[in-house]
């Protein structure tokens, strides 16, 4: 099984400043990567599939690189509404398909 | 629009069973895999199961295989996901979750949630 990682555990950010998520996976997962937002009591949102195309809706200001086992998501300019959690979730190794613990974005 | 409305809260006492229902509207149901995620109180994400649009068939992370059944009802338009043998352990909220149609493995439209609380 795939396991992720995901640093830090909580970045305290102000609006307006760029938020970098980290995403390690136990292995190569190649492309496989996509990444989610949480806010509190709603389902999970994608934003991100195959490390770095944008879901539909998506803003431009989120951004995915990343291959192999090393994945980045970078908040260029963080919104009010971006201070939530954050997931990376794999499908490059499945089943299962598993995501990360979560990094929560929160306001400094 | 894609909507996709779960059942409601249930509570089961250990050992027993819980089915839980998402209906979809707004997409071709035929054309998307389904997938259930589920959530621990405080806790992240765990994937449980998806079921395939054309033939039914089913994959579970296989620490829920023997406990879980997904099936789905095209005529309804709804899905459904049956665990059994309920320990305190599996008190979470459950997702549907559609995979994308460009790649199954991603999930892009997710229910409101179902909570199953298991407790004596």
């Known amino acids: 099984e795939i396991v992720l990682t995901q640093s830090p555990a909580t970045l305290s950010l102000s609006p307006g400043e760029r938020a970098t998520l980290s995403c390690r996976a136990s292995?190569?997962?190649?492309?496989?990567l996509g990444w989610y937002q949480q806010k509190p009591g709603q389902a999970p949102r994608l934003l991100i599939f195959?490390?770095?195309n944008r879901a539909t809706g998506v803003p431009v200001r989120f951004i995915g690189s990343g291959s192999g086992a090393d994945f980045t998501l970078t908040i260029s300019s963080l919104e009010p509404e971006d201070f939530a959690v954050y997931y990376c979730q794999q499908r490059g190794d499945w089943p299962p398909f598993t995501f990360g613990p979560g990094t929560k974005v929160e306001l400094k | 629009q894609v909507q996709m409305v779960q059942s409601g809260a249930e509570v089961r006492k250990p050992g027993a069973s819980v089915k839980v229902s998402c209906k979809s509207s707004?997409?071709?149901?035929?054309?998307?895999?389904m997938h259930w995620v589920r959530q621990a109180p405080g806790q992240g994400l765990e994937w449980v199961g998806m079921i395939s649009p054309s033939d039914g068939s089913t994959s579970y992370a296989q620490k829920f295989q023997g406990r879980v059944t997904m099936t789905r009802d095209p005529s309804t338009t709804t899905d459904y996901m049956e665990m059994s043998s309920l320990k305190s352990e599996d008190t979470a909220v459950y997702y549907c979750?559609?995979?994308?149609?460009?790649?199954?493995?991603?999930?892009?439209?997710w229910g409101h949630g179902a909570q199953v609380t298991v407790s004596s």
């Open positions: 979750a559609r995979g994308l149609y460009e790649d199954y493995g991603y999930f892009d439209f």
């Open positions: 707004g997409y071709s149901f035929s054309r998307y895999y």
């Open positions: 292995e190569s997962i190649s492309k496989y």
């Open positions: 195959d490390a770095s």
